[in-house]
């Protein structure tokens, strides 16, 4: 690719026209980036038709329409009795039916005013309501009758987040695709050519037709992105298997594994066993270990992982285990540190928490080698955070880091040895062909005397029932999560809010928490810290999904999962694994709406019918499409953009044996480019 288009991808959104530093900061959480390359991988969901009539009464409830209405009068908003009250405008069509548009958590009448003034026609396109009158709740668009070719016919939709629109996505796509055929001005290449051919008709589809997995640009851009990362794969293996890169395995100085054998207050699983012994093998090689441990919630891995790094420790290196949060972060040291105690290794935790004089004291520990073991955040990789010796790096969660993130870790020593692990099984079936790279080991035994959790569903309409059998529960010594998708209550959205449903729980349990997304981070893990001591009084905790990693409440036994058929698989299979941590017989309630469909009652009955994690990854597979996940998250798989793992399988496999059997080309490199695929894991 030529060089003014390389600097256009990669161009901060900021200064595309109309956007600015604060809306770009919101684009980057959507997208995962900021550049105008992030958007342009950020694909459309689907595609909704604006249907244009002068007679509401021809259109039905849930029909996106687009309708000259002639404004009447006003009706201002405000709060009545402790609520607050819609702003209305009262129009009528052209056949004189009336109709009312209407904005929620809106006060701002002088603004309708100007915006809707009587008398006056405007062009008014949204979603059509019926309750007493055809209502249209929030407009998407509003325009002077001349302006009305401004509503766009047919309106590609986007993945959104909060405090972003459909319009700003359309100015951003519609600025970038007006400046690309200068940038591609001069470009050679056919194949960089029909790359961006195919993401226009992407970004500007005709039907929903032309955004299924199967369509002839999605399917292209599919296997680019295939080729891309299965190229990468290949580089990242003979990267490892280069003699230029091998070393001498690293000599045993102490004895720690015998005696920490000795120490483990359980016995370990064949599983477990099994994969210490693969690790062993691995850190005694001449080329850097590169494996992943996919294991069950619950499975035990985190003992492994002290395995390895009381093993590396025997040699004197040091290791860093990497988690994704800092509640996650102090869980394991404080796991870890007595048992490091007991054999004489230093433990530490280093998080963005650490300042001053204990900052400095930890670093110290850490460049002199005296520290063997530290667990932290993405403090350990630090400008500031030197190792001695560097010789293992322990990446929990690892699906929640970059690649970037994880190589400058590993960059902090030479020749460093990774292992990273996973609580999200990944279907064996696409096991290999996602982790090419690495060596794969499955933990797929639960420690003995673990009780099964007894999972069931409930349609919502009976959740007074079970309100008592939790008093119950609680009476016994037990603590619940009670889990809702949303975080306060959104027109656009029924299901269930965190915020109102803690309102509604105190009354019945007065000492109930609550933790959500948009908290400030210390009050969130205060909150949480004091739900996870038992001696605290609180004893239920109301949150979204941030407790689906990074808590460990052992007494915690029935979790309650609302508006359950709104989640995937993966995610709700994460949420459970939240109880069932001690030895109580713990309970997994998953409550589903009025509206669930045939495909979020599949999923609740999967869930019902075993806790086996791979099981329900692979039913996961065949069931969801790329759509159906929780926020555009892959469920701790491999982030794709066009790829939908269920319809691209064969895909998958071409693309796998042109990255092994072609020579690399510039444009092999110009997709790595593309898709930030440059590096991979051990690259």
């Given at each position: ?545 941030v407790i689906e990693v990074g808590i460990d409440v052992p007494r915690a036994s029935i979790i309650v999962i609302e508006n359950a058929d709104r989640f995937g698989l993966a995610a709700l299979h994460q949420l459970r694994g939240r109880v069932g941590r001690g030895d109580a017989q713990s309970y997994c309630v998953l409550v589903y709406g009025f509206n669930v469909s045939d495909d979020g009652l599949k999923r609740l009955d999967v869930l ?41 399988h064969d895909l998958f496999k071409l693309a796998s044996r042109a990255a092994r059997e072609h020579e690399m080309d510039s444009w092999t490199r110009d997709l790595m480019f593309i898709f930030d695929r440059g590096i991979v894991l051990g690259a």
């Amino acid at each position: 690719m030529k060089q003014q288009l390389i600097d256009f991808l990669n161009m901060d959104l900021q200064f595309v026209k109309g956007v600015g530093p604060v809306l770009a900061a919101r684009l980057s959480d959507v997208l995962g980036g900021r550049t105008v390359r992030d958007f342009l991988l950020h694909r459309p969901s689907y595609v909704r038709a604006r249907d244009v009539t002068d007679n509401v009464l021809d259109a039905t409830a849930g029909d996106v329409i687009t309708i000259p209405l002639l404004v009447k009068s006003h009706k201002g908003g405000g709060f009545f009795r402790g609520r607050c009250r819609p702003t209305q405008i009262m129009c009528a069509d052209k056949a004189g039916n009336s109709v009312i548009i209407q904005f929620f958590n809106s006060n701002y009448l002088e603004y309708w005013l100007k915006k809707l003034p009587v008398g006056q026609w405007r062009m008014t396109s949204g979603k059509l309501e019926r309750s007493t009158r055809p209502t249209i709740n929030h407009p998407d668009f509003i325009e002077e009758l001349e302006n009305a070719s401004k509503i766009p016919a047919i309106q590609a939709i986007y993945p959104a987040g909060e405090g972003l629109t459909q319009k700003v996505f359309a100015n951003v796509r519609d600025q970038i695709f007006a400046l690309l055929p200068e940038k591609l001005a001069g470009e050679s290449s056919e194949r960089v050519l029909e790359f961006f051919d195919a993401l226009q008709h992407i970004h500007f589809p005709k039907s929903d037709k032309d955004l299924q997995p199967n369509a002839t640009y999605m399917a292209k851009l599919a296997y680019c992105e295939l080729l891309a990362h299965q190229s990468a794969i290949v580089i990242s293996r003979q990267k490892r298997t280069d003699v230029r890169n091998r070393r001498t395995p690293r000599a045993k100085k102490y004895d720690l594994l015998d005696k920490f054998w000795g120490i483990l207050p359980f016995e370990m699983t064949e599983a477990q066993r099994r994969t210490c012994e693969e690790i062993f093998a691995d850190l005694m090689r001449d080329v850097p270990m590169m494996r992943l441990v996919q294991g069950d919630v619950g499975s035990g891995k985190t003992i492994v992982a002290l395995a390895a790094a009381v093993k590396m420790a025997e040699t004197g290196a040091q290791t860093a285990l990497l988690a994704p949060t800092d509640t996650l972060a102090q869980q394991h040291f404080a796991k870890l540190k007595p048992m490091c105690d007991s054999l004489g290794i230093v433990c530490e935790c280093l998080t963005g928490r650490d300042k001053g004089v204990a900052r400095r004291e930890k670093l110290v520990s850490l460049r002199s080698g005296r520290t063997r073991l530290v667990v932290g955040t993405h403090a350990l990789f630090s400008d500031d955070v030197e190792y001695r010796d560097l010789g293992l790096v322990i990446v929990d969660e690892q699906h929640r880091f970059g690649v970037a993130q994880r190589e400058a870790l590993r960059s902090k020593g030479t020749n460093t040895d990774l292992l990273a692990l996973s609580a999200t099984p990944i279907p064996r079936t696409l096991s290999m062909t996602i982790y090419g790279d690495m060596d794969v080991s499955i933990i797929n035994q639960k420690p003995a005397g673990r009780k099964p959790i007894k999972t069931t569903k409930l349609p919502s309409g009976r959740i007074d029932e079970l309100l008592p059998r939790l008093m119950a529960q609680i009476n016994s010594g037990a603590k619940v999560f009670w889990v809702c998708p949303l975080v306060e209550d959104n027109p656009d959205n029924p299901a269930t809010a965190a915020e109102a449903r803690h309102t509604e729980l105190k009354k019945y349990f007065p000492t109930a928490g609550l933790v959500h997304g948009q908290m400030d981070k210390k009050q969130r893990d205060t909150v949480m810290a004091e739900f996870a001591d038992n001696n605290s009084d609180m004893n239920l905790l109301v949150a979204t999904t941030v407790i689906e990693v990074g808590i460990d409440v052992p007494r915690a036994s029935i979790i309650v999962i609302e508006n359950a058929d709104r989640f995937g698989l993966a995610a709700l299979h994460q949420l459970r694994g939240r109880v069932g941590r001690g030895d109580a017989q713990s309970y997994c309630v998953l409550v589903y709406g009025f509206n669930v469909s045939d495909d979020g009652l599949k999923r609740l009955d999967v869930l019902c019918e075993t806790d086996d994690g791979f099981v329900i990854a692979e039913q996961d597979l065949m069931m969801r499409g790329v759509g159906e996940l929780l926020g555009t998250r892959q469920s701790g798989w491999i982030q794709y953009h066009f790829v939908d793992y269920r319809e691209h399988h064969d895909l998958f496999k071409l693309a796998s044996r042109a990255a092994r059997e072609h020579e690399m080309d510039s444009w092999t490199r110009d997709l790595m480019f593309i898709f930030d695929r440059g590096i991979v894991l051990g690259a």
